[in-house]
């Protein structure tokens, strides 16, 4: 206000509202604070005024304050700020943030341009919140009314006392005491909410849910059954739900079903929250499969979190939004950035360590000198340096500039964690897997210190801001804080109850967090003493980071996400477990169109409900997913993995032919195979439809194949199958024809591979009601030559010399073909004539004789391996001798020798497949098909690929029925 004034009188000014007399031209000045001179004006002091949004707070309490209502009789030249706290500002409205607890004086002085000063203070109190904790005896009751106790004596506030406690019972209802009982009068769904405040004014909430006569809905999986342990589905294959549910009738509800990798509905996310009042804030969600690391950036602005799903992704640390993915090579581990944010530093499986750019994800540099997998990483302070652990033992020092080794420390066990000294740029830290803690200096390579406590190993270390500590978390529940100057504990923090996997460190205020298969713990750094405990997932506690400020922390979940199965399902938005349900591993919807990748699975149903949090049931079994069954063997086969072995593998009804493999197998190993139904997942012998199953050797010599074609069984398939290994294979296939799961169960070393000698008794004295196959029974004639003078031009006039030739030279072949086996044949006539070679069962009987307008011979099936050393078969003698009478066979067959040599054939290939041999497509093969086979050709037992006439929906023939070699290991040689 210079330069206004007032004339009173003579010799009177009043400035500014001060008055000033002139006596003599000496000037007398009033207490106003104007100066002048004579003849000079008069200057007040400027008025300092001090404005703040608030002045009181929780750590860390940023406030903004503002100077622009001071006030001066002229102009104000300068602000100058003390926040009390050491820091200082000349802004007319500054913002600052108070990092520590306490009581700061704020002091603004104002100069105006006179030189006078002004001054005004102001006292922020910053102190830490209260954290409000309900214990509450039930969150919910069938009926109402129903008294509930709630309990908030487990609220704490870390610097002072809680004064006051507020309840809101959601029904209209408060209360004011620290434990209430209280009676909700209705049924409904009530919100506790509990507010909590301390001696500072500053107030925390804490809410239940409670639910009164509202059944809490249930969900129960029945398929798969719950005695299932494992179930291997190809990729293309369905997976099958169904179940039960019981929910408040009128309450809407939706029902869904998928898989996830570790029966926790938690997915694999990080989450950020408060130190002081341990609240969650918000999750980042984006990776699949467990975080391995994680860091903010050096501005807490972004986070970075590397994962087993091969991908790096890069968050906005404010909201949690996904703002770049990098895959990497395999599973990676460690997250770092460099000082200038512009780049992040990881490990990976294959022993690599990247360096990245973060905007744009190019690779700068690929570090390899790991032998194994890397398991931390870190960055100097001043970004010159790169320090990784490994499994390998060792922890290389890498130039970030141009990625060479600097230097290689080997504790002598896995290397699980790095540090650098945040002030000594010539000390670096290394947890390792035997619990022990290195000190090492950098320039010689020596050790400082070693630091021993761990009873087992170091997961993580991390130093304090000033160098001074180092905290250490590790297995069997440890965690300590050391001094770094002596390797002396200072404080053991004890009440994890499993496995501590990483520790934090936070300065403002002074706190250690730290992560483990049992959740999150927030301590009080310098007492030790537990203040929270954060459990938000089953799932562990994998990796944590501190924001620079050191009021919050992100800790990362080392779960496996969910990946819903039934995002289009027949009936909108709610699955229908009921009827069963057919979900898909391909093209997921919830994975952007991607398959299921392959790994293990737990298969899990949800309800949710508008008025419930949702519940979730898991099935027993274990869902591994593997690749789409090839249709052929090789190198690339797909391996079942056995589980107590046992495996049921579930494979794509619309393929017609699929392999997998069991691996080794050893002699005296006992295979039972059944067929798997569904939706049911039973096992059945006799399936729907035409099948083929069949089991090769690592050589594909067929071991044992069995089948139904155009809807005959004609191979015989039962319970009491042996199926015992003779030879060890280091691989045993199953081909699996017709879209047919298959179940396997492996008795091992049952010592039963032993051959067994086999006896067949051939009867030429016929038989009544004989049935055979799959034909009607009929009445076998004796044999007799007499009934083939029929069928030739002109009568041979055979009579009892002729059919005692045939007998001769039938009996004289079939021993030719087995002479190399432990076979016995017995002939009728024989045991006629002596009646002690009559056969012990059990017994294999063929008889000779009959007629079949399309048949030389017939057997009652296929037995592979021989297993139940019996059977029938006829060989239809007049079919036999019709043809060969008529030229129908490349040789004659007209003379009774010739005859009985073409029956020996024919008996010999019916008793093949009593034996378990199958058709083949060779014509010298004893086993050649009908079309091919010639009993008057010279023929013989020996390996063949089976007949591809005989293989369903026009397969090719796979494998080689190795006959000579399957004889030998079922009925052994003389």
């Not at 739900?241 to 996310?269: H, K, M, S, W, Y």
């Not at 994998?542 to 996400?561: C, E, K, Q, R, Y």
């Not at 050893?666 to 012998?685: M, W």
């Not at 169960?745 to 000698?757: D, E, F, K, S, Y």
Request: hydrophobic share 40%; charged share 15%.
């Amino acid at each position: 206000m210079r330069n206004i004034a007032t004339r009173l009188g003579a010799g009177v000014l009043v400035i500014s509202g001060l008055f000033a007399a002139t006596l003599g031209g000496c000037p007398v000045t009033g207490t106003g604070g104007a100066t002048g001179g004579v003849g000079g004006a008069f200057n007040l002091a400027p008025i300092a005024l001090i404005t703040a949004d608030v002045t009181t707070g929780t750590v860390p309490l940023t406030v903004s304050f503002s100077s622009s209502r001071s006030s001066d009789d002229g102009l104000i030249l300068s602000r100058s700020w003390d926040f009390g706290d050491g820091a200082t500002s000349l802004d007319i409205s500054p913002r600052h943030t108070f990092m520590t607890i306490g009581e700061f004086t704020v002091t603004l002085t104002v100069t105006d341009d006179a030189g006078a000063v002004g001054t005004e203070t102001v006292v922020i109190t910053v102190t830490e919140p209260p954290i409000a904790r309900i214990s509450v005896n039930d969150t919910q009751a069938e009926n109402a009314p129903a008294t509930f106790r709630f309990d908030a004596t487990n609220s704490v506030d870390p610097d002072g006392e809680i004064v006051e406690f507020e309840w809101d019972f959601d029904d209209g209802a408060r209360e004011t005491l620290d434990v209430v009982d209280h009676t909700f009068a209705t049924a409904g769904t009530y919100r506790v909410r509990l507010t909590v405040t301390d001696d500072a004014g500053i107030t925390d909430e804490a809410t239940v849910l409670i639910r009164v006569g509202i059944r809490q809905p249930s969900i129960e999986l029945r398929i798969p059954p719950p005695d299932v342990q494992r179930l291997v589905l190809t990729q293309d294959a369905p997976l099958w739900v169904q179940g039960v549910f019981e929910v408040e009738p009128g309450v809407q509800r939706t029902i869904r079903a998928g898989i996830d990798g570790d029966r926790d509905a938690c997915n694999a996310l990080s989450f950020r929250f408060n130190v002081l009042d341990a609240e969650e804030q918000f999750d980042f969600q984006g990776h699949f499969q467990p975080i391995r690391g994680a860091a903010f950036d050096p501005e807490g602005r972004r986070l970075l979190s590397t994962s087993d799903d091969g991908t790096a992704q890069i968050y906005d640390a404010g909201n949690g939004f996904l703002i770049s993915s990098f895959d990497g090579s395999g599973q990676l581990d460690g997250a770092a950035w460099t000082p200038d944010g512009a780049s992040i530093v990881y490990g990976q499986s294959n022993g690599a360590v990247i360096l990245r750019s973060a905007s744009n994800g190019t690779i700068i540099r690929t570090m390899t000198s790991h032998t194994a997998a890397v398991r931390d990483v870190a960055v100097s302070p001043d970004g010159s340096r790169i320090l990784s652990g490994g499994a390998d033992g060792q922890a290389i020092l890498w130039s970030a500039t141009d990625g060479t080794v600097l230097g290689a420390f080997s504790p002598g066990a896995a290397v699980n964690a790095v540090a650098f000294h945040p002030t000594d740029s010539n000390q670096i830290a290394t947890g390792d897997a035997n619990g022990v803690i290195t000190l090492w200096n950098v320039d010689s390579g020596t050790v400082v210190r070693t630091i021993t406590g761990h009873t087992d190993a170091v997961n993580d270390i991390e130093y304090s801001a000033a160098g001074s500590l180092l905290a250490s978390a590790g297995d069997n529940r440890q965690l300590f804080v050391w001094n770094v100057a002596d390797g002396t504990v200072r404080t053991t923090f004890t009440g994890h109850t499993a496995d501590v996997n990483a520790v934090a460190l936070t300065t403002t205020p002074a706190r250690l967090v730290s992560g483990g298969d049992d959740g999150v713990g927030v301590w009080d750094l310098d007492a030790g003493t537990l203040l929270a405990v954060i459990r938000p997932c089953a799932s562990p506690i994998t990796a944590l980071t501190a924001s620079p400020n050191g009021a919050d922390v992100i800790a990362s979940v080392g779960a496996f996400s969910d990946v819903q199965l039934d995002t289009d399902p027949p009936n909108g938005n709610d699955l229908n477990i009921t009827a069963g349900a057919a979900l898909q591993l391909q093209r997921v919807e919830d994975l952007d169109g991607a398959d299921v990748p392959t790994g293990d699975y737990f298969v899990w149903v949800e309800i949710d409900t508008d008025q419930s949090e949702p519940t979730r049931a898991y099935a027993n079994a274990t869902i591994t997913v593997i690749d789409a069954l090839s249709s052929t063997i090789d190198a690339d086969t797909a391996k079942a993995p056995l589980l107590n072995d046992q495996v049921t593998v579930i494979v794509n009804p619309d393929a017609s032919r699929q392999v997998f493999d069991l691996g080794p197998v050893s002699a005296g190993d006992r295979i039972f195979l059944n067929f798997v139904t569904t939706p049911g997942f039973g096992t059945t012998k006799d399936p729907l439809g035409d099948y083929g199953l069949m089991l090769l050797d690592a050589t594909q010599d067929i071991f044992a194949w069995f089948q139904r074609l155009g809807g005959e069984d004609f191979v015989l398939f039962s319970p009491n199958s042996k199926l015992v290994i003779a030879e060890n294979t280091t691989n045993l296939y199953v081909v699996t024809d017709g879209g047919h799961s298959v179940d396997v169960r492996i008795q091992r070393q049952t010592n039963l591979n032993a051959p067994r000698a086999q006896r067949v008794y051939v009867r030429f004295d016929g038989a009544s009601d004989v049935g055979v196959g799959n034909q009607p029974a009929i009445n076998v004639p004796p044999l007799d030559a007499a009934d083939f003078n029929q069928f030739f031009a002109v009568s041979p006039n055979w009579g009892d010399a002729q059919t005692a030739t045939i007998k001769t030279e039938l009996m004289k072949q079939l021993r030719a073909q087995y002479a190399a086996y432990n076979i016995t044949f017995v002939s009728s006539d024989e045991v006629a004539a002596d009646p002690s070679l009559a056969p012990a069962p059990p017994f294999q009987t063929i008889y000779v004789g009959g007629f079949n307008l399309s048949l030389f011979g017939l057997a009652d099936y296929v037995d592979p391996r021989n297993d139940t050393a019996i059977g029938s078969a006829i060989v239809y003698a007049s079919r036999v001798a019709q043809v060969g009478a008529t030229g129908g066979f490349a040789n004659p067959a007209d003379t009774p020798a010739t005859l009985g040599f073409a029956l020996g054939n024919v008996a010999a290939h019916e008793c093949g497949h009593l034996l378990g041999l199958r058709h083949t497509d060779d014509a010298g093969d004893l086993m050649a098909r009908a079309g091919v086979f010639d009993p008057t050709a010279t023929v013989s037992i020996k390996a063949a690929a089976p007949t591809t006439q005989e293989q369903i929906d026009n397969l090719p023939a796979i494998g080689t029925q190795n006959a000579p070699r399957l004889l030998e290991e079922t009925v052994g040689t003389p």
